[in-house]
């Protein structure tokens, strides 16, 4: 199955299906297969610079996707780390819909769901490097298209958090605290 061109979309598709016959085993091993890949063969064209180009522009299209939605604790770690490897060599110059992608599952209604984690998690992974990383013109782009792509998502996401919690109740001393910062 890896000669097959099309083998780590198979592979995304087989950990996403919603077949009651697939096991927890067995989705692992496909992310751990697709995980390997990644990191093995993202930069190696194995196939016309098109068909590789196109494959790759496929993933980032529903990688993000197949990470939300999965619900087993492994697999979301092995994608994780997919995505960010990807990242690594992708973002922000080639993935400009990363952010896009991760803000859209974002749910302020219910502050506790997996997919705020989730999308908070790899937002910080591939954000750390701002921290220690010197100030290049590739960075500074970088850092500006991140910001841009998810400041609107982030203040409705704090403003929905900040109506859940004052709702019809005047604001305490505590209040105004939170919703100052």
Known sequence: MSKNQNYPLQLLL????????????????????????????WTKPSLSDVEFSEMHIEIKNSI?????????N???????????????????????????DLMGFLNPDNLLDNNNFKAFKVLSKI??????????????????HTSDTTVDY???FGKEILSNILGDNPPTDGDVLLKTL
């Open 14 to 41: 087989y950990i996403l299906s919603s077949h009651q016959s697939i096991r927890d085993e067995e989705r692992i091993g496909a992310a751990s297969s697709f995980r390997k890949w990644v990191k093995e063969d």
């Open 64 to 72: 993000v996707r197949v990470y939300m939605e999965s619900r087993h």
């Open 74 to 100: 492994i697999v979301s770690k092995l994608l994780l780390e997919a995505i960010l490897d990807i990242a690594k060599w992708e973002y922000e110059s080639r993935w400009k819909g990363l952010t896009t």
């Open 127 to 144: 954000t750390k490097k701002y921290e220690y990383e010197t100030q290049t013109d590739a960075l500074s782009l970088e850092i500006l």
């Open 154 to 156: 982030l203040l409705h």
